[in-house]
């Protein structure tokens, strides 16, 4: 069994900070639990693409999603090294693959590639939040007008961040942005990328 050290400066403030977060969580976010949304759509998820996109099915059509909010390190032939993404993917993996989920909508449905953007719940747990909060990806930049969980997912990152789990483990942490390792020649860079 391995322990983490947690320092008494980061427990001050997570018993400091906890309670205004749930706080905040609750009074941003009530109008919107998939309870009480209009917008949900049941899919079934058929393979995960990437710790961000999804194949999913309705109705004997199956198409992509890409979720909204997040950004996940992402696999580039070239570097044939992907931080993290292998751990995002492999995680959604035994979460959703072949199981049954909840598809909601912000403003914009599809993006330029023809793929749905959407949120995902299983159950009462928002996807793209738990990737967060697990350190398996970073929540993104607010992007107009696809904003309706931006503070949730900053909260969720937040979280992560304090506890370092995932990407924030000090011992192995991400050392480049998903958007900055993209824009890596791995051929020519002798970039240490762990």
């Known amino acids: 069994m391995r322990f983490i050290k947690i320092s ?6 997570l018993g400091l900070l906890t309670p205004i977060l749930l706080g905040c969580h609750a009074i941003g976010d009530a109008s919107r639990t998939p309870a009480t949304n209009r917008q949900k759509i ?9 710790g961000q996109t999804l194949e999913i099915s309705r109705d004997d059509e199956t198409k992509r999603l890409r979720l909204i909010g997040i950004s996940s390190p992402a696999w580039l ?7 993290w993404e292998a751990e995002a993917k492999k995680q959604l993996q ?11 909508f912000d403003q914009q449905t599809e993006d ?13 747990e928002l ?20 904003t309706k969980y931006s503070q949730k997912l900053a909260y969720a990152q ?6 370092e789990l995932g990407i924030w ?3 192995n942490p991400m050392r480049q942005t998903p958007q900055e390792f993209r824009n890596l020649d791995c051929e020519s860079s002798a970039i240490n990328l762990f």
Not at 8 to 13: H, P, V
Not at 112 to 124: F, V
Not at 158 to 163: K, N, Q
Request: glycine content about 4%; hydrophobic content about 40%.
């Open 8 to 13: 008494r400066w980061k427990i001050l403030c």
């Open 42 to 50: 049941l899919v079934k998820v058929e393979r995960v693409v990437s």
């Open 77 to 83: 032939p070239k570097c044939q090294q992907a931080p």
């Open 94 to 104: 035994e979460k959703l693959e072949g199981e049954s989920v909840w598809l909601e």
């Open 112 to 124: 330029n590639y023809d793929r749905y953007l959407g949120y995902l719940w299983q159950d009462e």
């Open 127 to 146: 996807i793209n939040e738990w990737l967060v909060k697990q350190g398996l990806v970073l929540a993104s930049s607010p992007r107009e007008p696809n």
């Open 158 to 163: 937040e979280w992560a961040r304090i506890m």
């Open 169 to 171: 483990n000090w011992e």
